[in-house]
């Protein structure tokens, strides 16, 4: 294991930031990386490699990883939505860098915390991270879940969530994204149809993918 760490490094170039990697341990976790270094293109014989696809921030999460296997949001995180940002960031990465572990469930994992901890956190710029990402991944449900109440809401029906009670009619919040987020309508109703299924008919009540509690009732 600490050979990875000996040998010839790598520099990376992710906007203004550099960083050097050690070969072995960069190639080791990234096939994406192994394919860049070791091919016969012009990042294999400079060893370097310029990131357009990522953020300073996002790739720091990926060292983290490469080294730790590890995921700790910095100390500057303070926020629920920042932390959702972080986490879509860095899986976004992840994905494309095609790190070894991905989808990471302990990552996925603490991205549903954060979502069943405070689900008004989530915005339209998660909505659309999310589904940069692969259809089959994780990650993308999960997004799904944390919507489904928000939307069943927007139909009128009485609903309860987290002690909250109404049987008024609001407006789903990601309304805009529905027709302008490829592929959200789809997962979004895919999904619908499948908690519908698992009604409970005699009580009427669906349950939260989240958490399996009741948040509709007809």
């Known amino acids: 294991m600490l050979d990875l760490f000996d ?22 976790s990234s096939t994406f990386l192994s394919s860049a270094f070791n091919g016969p293109f012009k990042e294999g014989e400079t060893q370097e490699l310029m990131l357009k696809d990522t953020t300073a921030d996002a790739f720091e999460l990926v060292i983290q990883w490469i080294y ?12 629920d939505t920042d932390a959702i940002s972080r986490i879509l960031d860095f899986l976004n990465a992840a994905d494309f860098l095609d790190l070894d572990g991905n989808p990471y469930p302990a ?35 999960v997004i799904m879940q944390a919507c489904i109440g928000l939307y069943f809401i927007s139909l009128g029906a009485s609903w309860t969530y987290e002690r909250h ?37 005699s009580w009427g009540s669906v349950k939260d993918p989240l958490t399996g509690s009741t948040i509709y009732n007809a």
């Open 68 to 79: 730790t296997g590890n995921l700790v949001l910095p100390a500057i995180v303070q926020t």
């Open 165 to 201: 009670y109404t049987t008024s009619m609001f407006p789903f919040k990601f309304d805009k994204e529905l027709t302008q987020v490829d592929g959200f309508a789809a997962d979004l109703f895919r999904l619908c149809d499948e908690v519908r299924r698992t009604k409970d008919s």
């Open 7 to 28: 040998g010839p490094k790598v520099l990376l170039i992710v906007g203004a930031k550099k960083y050097k990697l050690p070969k072995r341990l960069a190639c080791r």
């Open 107 to 141: 990552v996925v994992e603490e991205l549903k915390a954060r979502l069943i901890k405070s689900r008004e956190a989530l915005n339209s710029a998660h909505i659309i991270k999310a589904m940069a990402l692969p259809s089959e991944h994780t990650t993308r449900k």
